[in-house]
């Protein structure tokens, strides 16, 4: 079977070793940017690390005993999946600085088209284009009327220096939060310009002393025996918590976060407005023992008023403030709906993919849609995203993914897809659970939310996750 994968990120890489592990040896990796490592290899702004534990953060295949943070910068984790991808012998199969533009299946095969040309024929494709790919740029009028500098958090310029500039960041979710403790101390002056409030869970990020990391080497048990630790407070307790079968779980992290606003935010008045009116957990958990102390130092102020325009000097908020700027810097997010986006994507019959999608992205168990055969998705609609390790979503679904293509290929039939009335079940049970989740019962919005206001993760616990994903079952499914 010849088996294009598009996308040399996290689960690209973890595709690829799958594959070759499972004896296919015929299969490109099409990568758009110069280097492997998706969104590690993009996001490289000041203060980048995982949110998620660094030992919980790894590939089943590839532990990794000496991270030196408990929680990894981006560039440590960079290191890791290009490690990863040279030790398991995937960097022969990626193609860098080939995009693909279009795939069209025709007479029983797809024909993969990208920006240097026909590309030609492949049995499977297998999309792993990430989540948090597409850069969202606010609304705000007069964006490109400013006279300093302005880039997205996951365009870093590094050629500016922020050495006593005066320095806006739009939003504050993650990204944010990691990128203003990491400034601070070289800036002038920076302003947050913060819309809504968010609940901070506080972590330190310890270093991981030198003899710890030799134990862990020497010892595999011991690392094994905290990825499970960790795994269970993150991917178990936490995930169901979420979904809301964890009530006791989901009142301490609560209570934590209340008390590090409480504790740790000296001024009444700015306590306040730091506060969220909305549930924990409803947004995506932001993760910090940094921002807060970083939020009160004399270079740093809070901006909730809202903004009216940005101008050539700087920023113009509605109570008629202007804040004068030399660099904005816009944290303000990703479009977790872009999915396969620009590419075009023609299945069965002409489908049109984005036409298939127009209404609500689904398929059927995150992996497969209707009308689209040997087309795989690794994070796609209604993955569980949030506050656990992508990673192990990702080997899920590829295992998952290992399983649909053992069913076809030489001496079977040749295709598979899934039954339209298997994905539509499984449609309205996505829909009948998400109502008791506490995205949406939370009172908050975020990026969640498509743009009919349903919510793209998993609405079961993470247990559910791994045992409808652990084999297909062959009755929901079609072949040719
Ligand atoms: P985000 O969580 O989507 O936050 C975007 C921020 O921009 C929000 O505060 C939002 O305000 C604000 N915003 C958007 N439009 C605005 C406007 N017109 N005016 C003012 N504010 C505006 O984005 P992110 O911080 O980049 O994080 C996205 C996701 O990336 C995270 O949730 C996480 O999954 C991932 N991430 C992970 C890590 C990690 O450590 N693993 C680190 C960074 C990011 P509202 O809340 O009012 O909409």
Known sequence: MRIAIIGAGASGIAAGVSLLRAGYEDFVIFEKAADVGGTWRDNTYPGVACDVPSHLYRFSFAPK??????????????????????????MPHVRLGCELKRAEFEDGGWNLVSSSG???????VIS??????????????GRERFAGTGFHSSKWRHDISLTGKRVGIIGAGSTSVQILPAIIGEVAHVELFMRTPQWIFPVDNNPIPEAKRATFSREPERLQALYELLGDRLNHRLAAALVGQN?????????????????????PELRERLRPDYAVGCKRLVVSSAFYPAIQKENAALVTERIAEIVPDGVLT?????HELDVIVYATGFDPFNFHRPMKVIGRDGLDLDEVWSGAALALRSVMVPG??????????????????FLLTAETQIGYIMGLLAQIGEGRPAQIEPKAEAAERFSREVDAAMHQTIWVTGGCTSWYFDKNGKVASWPWTYERFEAELRQPDPDEYLFA
């Open 372 to 389: 689209f055969p040997n087309l795989f998705f690794i994070g796609g609609p209604n993955s569980p995203i949030g506050n656990f390790s």
């Open 128 to 141: 792993a284009m990430g989540v948090l790919h597409k850069e969202v740029y606010p609304s705000i009028p």
């Open 65 to 90: 005993a000496d991270w030196t943070r408990e929680y990894a910068s981006g560039d440590e984790i960079h290191g890791y999946m290009r490690r990863v991808a040279e030790d398991f012998d995937v």
């Open 247 to 267: 009530e006791e779980g989901l009142r301490e992290i609560a209570d934590a976060c209340v008390q590090n606003l409480e504790d740790n935010v000296r001024d």
């Open 118 to 124: 026909d590309e030609g024929r492949f049995d499977a």
């Open 318 to 322: 509605a109570d008629g403030k202007l």
